[in-house]
């Protein structure tokens, strides 16, 4: 069985600061994938990053990049320079040998002006 | 470009009524999948299918039939609607269980009373 883990309800971050969302996993599998997805206030499912458990570089997508620590098992997106637009629920996910994506209970984060 | 699409966006239903969610995808997809979201929680699965004429349950499927007789199409009947069944619903599809990100569908608001 595979389970996620984001243990920060919500978060709060200035405009043009950088931020961490948190994201651990579970899995027995040794190759699995790592997805962020972003989910705005109009309730849409965005996807925005994605790291292969055999990945050797930490993946990065424009402003968004994922801290990829195998051996502790955590997978955590770091937006950088924050803006308003990212004001949104964030969900991290995962699937791993033949299952299908499971999520965690997601991060509300808002950032202010 | 289509993407995912999900019909009804919204929808009331009466206890015990029964309904029919639609999703179809032009993608050529084989996997698609319906996720429930109950508020500030994350994705449950409800059902998946790995391809046409093939369904199994995920790890909400009570109250829910699928059917799967095409590639495109992937809709989701309740049966018996309860109060319990109040969420909103997303319809997603993906290329293999292998670790390509899922798109999903704007999603469906359903409410039970």
């Known amino acids: 069985a595979q389970k996620i883990t984001q243990t920060q309800p919500g978060m709060f971050v200035q405009e043009k600061e950088a931020v961490t969302l948190d994201c651990t996993y579970d899995?027995?599998?040794?190759?699995?994938?790592l997805f962020w997805y972003k989910q705005p206030s109009s309730g849409e499912m965005i996807f925005l990053i994605y790291?292969?458990?055999?990945?050797?570089q930490n993946a990065t997508e424009g402003r968004y990049s994922l801290n990829f620590q195998k051996a502790r098992k955590s997978a955590n997106l770091v937006i950088s320079a924050s803006q308003l637009g990212d004001s949104a629920m964030y969900f991290c996910a995962m699937r791993s040998g033949y299952s299908t994506l499971t999520f965690g209970k997601g991060t509300m984060l808002l950032v202010s002006p | 470009n289509a993407g995912v699409t999900q019909t009804p966006k919204f929808r009331i239903l009466k206890i015990g009524q029964s309904m029919t969610l639609q999703c179809t995808q032009d993608m050529n997809h084989n996997y698609m999948y319906w996720y429930r979201q109950d508020p500030g929680m994350g994705l449950k699965l409800i059902y998946y299918?790995?391809?046409?004429?093939?369904?199994d349950k995920g790890e909400v499927p009570n109250g829910y039939n699928v059917s799967r007789s095409t590639t495109e199409d992937f809709p989701l009947r309740l049966e018996l609607a309860a109060p319990s069944q109040t969420s909103v619903y997303f319809c997603?599809?993906?290329?293999?269980?292998?670790?390509?990100?899922?798109?999903f569908g704007q999603g469906t608001r359903l409410t039970v009373v």
């Open positions: 899995t027995s599998d040794q190759s699995y994938g």
């Open positions: 790291q292969g458990s055999y990945d050797e």
């Open positions: 997603a599809s993906s290329y293999t269980v292998g670790y390509t990100e899922a798109f």
């Open positions: 299918s790995v391809g046409a004429g093939i369904t």
